[in-house]
Every structure is written in C-alpha cells, then in structure tokens.
C-alpha cells in the first residue's frame, strides 16, 4: 500500500550470481544502500554552517566470495579452508620434507611447489635443495678414515687407505690395508701386525725367543737345545733349555760308562807294576856291574902266576850282559806299548 515517506529498505538478500566463482551472494541487498557522499568542498571558514552530511543512494558490487574452499598447500602437507576469494596455491610454512636423492637428509625448503620426478610423491622434486653434505655414515669399527664420497645413498665404498703401525717387537714399521685390518678378526689382527721375523726379546734364561714376532709375553718354555752330558763326560746329549733347567732331566753314566773306567784304571795299575819291575831290574844290573869289575881287580893281580887255562871273557860274562840287555829290551818295549795305549 502507498505509505507516508520513503519506502523501507529492501530486506531481501543479494542472490546475485558472482561471476568470478558462481557463488551467490549472502549478504542482504545492496542495490539502494546509503553511502555518504565523499569529495564534499571542505567549508571556507567557521562561519560557514557545516553542509548537511550528504548521503546518496547507490548499488554497491557485490563483497569478496567468503565461501570457505578446501585447499591442498603446495608441498600437500595439509588441506585447509580458504575464502573463495582467496583460495589457491599456499605455502603452509612447514619445511617441504622430501627425501633427498643421497637418501639421508629431507629438503630444508619452506613448503613450496614440488614437480614430481617420475610421478615419485615421496622424493625430491626439480624445485627441492640439493644435498651438499658430507658423508657421515658410521666408518666401520677401527677406520680412522673419512668416506671420500659426497652424501650417498647404500654402504659407503670400502677404504682404500693404508694403516701405518708398529709390529709386536716394535722394531718395524708396517703398513697394512685399512680394509683389511678392519675386517680381520682378533687373531687375523694378530697376523697382520706380526713382522715375521724372530722375536727379538731374551728369555729368563739368556737364550733368544724362538717365536716369530708375536702379541704378548714370551713363552717361558724355551725350546733352544743344550747339550748335557754324564758325570764322566762320555755320553752327551741335546735337550731343550727348560727341561733341563727346570731339572726334569740328568744324564747318568750307563754300564759301557763304567766298564770304561775300570779297564782305565786296570790299565794304569798295570802300568804301575811294569814300572816297579823295571827300576828292580835296572837296580839289580847296576848291583851285579860293581861285583864284576871288584872280581876283575883281583883276578889281574893272580894271572902272572896263574897258567891254567882261562875260559874266553866272553864265555864268562856272557850271563851277566845278556840278562841286563834283555831286561832293559823288555822296559822299553812296554813303555813303547803303553804309550801307544795313551
Ligand atoms: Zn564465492
Ligand atoms: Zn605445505
Ligand atoms: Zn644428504
Ligand atoms: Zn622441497
Ligand atoms: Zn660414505
Ligand atoms: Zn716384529
Ligand atoms: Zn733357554
Ligand atoms: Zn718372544
């Protein structure tokens, strides 16, 4: 019905297609809203009576689309409701995440546009970082070494590097494959660090270690031989140094040992006697020459008158020299045979 003064406002809403999304308007309409009149002429001075605040009827476009969309962040961390105004491709701020190509470390980025290689959702894509790390896998166990390779996926490429150390004895200086120390179990390490000479160091007993270069003590068996012999020296034999310094063993003359020694002294009492008999004989010699040439004397003294017929001296004395000549032959020829004994 006609009515006194203006209409009242339209209390429809807008339900005006918006032509950015297809979205209609929620808000009530705004096609006669009152707006104040902006660009009025500033008054001239303070008489001039403040103009009436001018306010104009007029159709205001449509709001920004306040439609909450779901949307995916661009490293497709999260889906969060944008206005419709405003939705499209965000960065949520989180680091993108992706695995790296060398298969340790994730991309560092802040959550940005990823272009899959290969369709791979998981990996790096062409827009992430790059590793420029080290590597630092776990060298194995006693590589003092560091991997000369850059950041890398698998097992790290074994050692190439030589290890300088001192053997056992300490007197040389070797040098081993890294790897192949590495590897080596505790008596494999053993070998390796063994120079292969003889062990330089001297046993409690004065004789040299007969072990080639080797971890550890010596062994205390020394097994370098020394002679033994019997009390009468006759029988010797070869032994290793610690049973017969431990006393474990004591070479003792056997039976040949002493038939020996008693023929020995048969022999000497031997000797002894042929000697006796000798100085028996010599000194009876000696006893029967001094008779004799008494006897000469007083037979010289006799012969002026004496004409019976003498037998020859020779016939006389032939008795007397020969038994002296045959007892001196007999000395010699037993001191001849028993120095030939000797
Ligand atoms: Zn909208
Ligand atoms: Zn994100
Ligand atoms: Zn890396
Ligand atoms: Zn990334
Ligand atoms: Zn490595
Ligand atoms: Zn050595
Ligand atoms: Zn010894
Ligand atoms: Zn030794």
Not at 102 to 127: M, P, Y
Not at 325 to 331: F, H, K, P, Q
Request: glycine share 4%; proline share 10%; aromatic share 4%.
């Amino acid at each position: 019905r006609c009515h006194f003064g203006p209409c009242p406002p339209c209390r429809q809403t807008c339900q005006n297609i918006l032509k950015k999304c297809g979205h209609l308007c929620p808000i009530p309409c705004h096609d006669e809203a009152l707006v104040k009149q902006k660009g009025l002429p500033q008054p001239a001075g303070p008489w001039e009576q403040p103009s009436e605040p001018a306010f104009i009827q007029t159709a205001l476009p449509c709001p920004p689309c306040q439609v909450p969309i779901p949307t995916e962040c661009l490293g497709k961390h999260e889906i969060s409701p944008l206005p419709c105004h405003a939705a499209g491709p965000f960065s949520c701020k989180r680091p993108c995440g992706r695995l790296l190509a060398c298969g340790n470390h994730t991309c560092s980025r802040e959550c940005h546009k990823v272009t899959d290689v290969n369709g791979n959702k998981e990996k790096a894509g062409l827009e992430c970082v790059v590793c420029e790390e080290e590597c630092t896998k776990p060298r194995p166990p006693g590589c003092p070494h560091q991997c000369n390779l850059p950041c890398h996926p698998d097992d790290c490429p074994s050692c190439v590097q030589m290890v300088r150390t001192k053997c056992h004895c300490k007197i040389s200086n070797l040098f081993i494959e890294c790897t192949k120390l590495s590897m080596a179990d505790a008596k494999e390490k053993n070998n390796l660090t063994s120079c292969k000479n003889q062990c330089p160091k001297e046993l409690p007993c004065g004789h040299r270690c007969k072990e080639i270069c080797h971890q550890g003590n010596c062994s205390p068996y020394c097994i370098q031989k020394v002679k033994l012999r019997c009390p009468c020296r006759r029988i010797k034999k070869e032994m290793p140094c610690n049973s017969v310094r431990e006393g474990h063993i004591s070479l003792e003359c056997d039976s040949v040992c002493l038939d020996m020694r008693k023929k020995a002294a048969e022999i000497k009492a031997e000797e002894e006697k042929a000697a006796t008999e000798q100085e028996r004989l010599r000194q009876q010699a000696e006893l029967e020459a001094f008779e004799n040439r008494l006897k000469g004397k007083r037979r010289k003294n006799k012969r002026k008158d004496d004409v019976e017929v003498q037998p020859t001296a020779w016939q006389k004395y032939k008795k007397y020299i020969f038994m002296p000549v045959c007892g001196i032959a007999l000395a010699v020829l037993t001191l001849y045979f028993t120095q030939v004994d000797v």
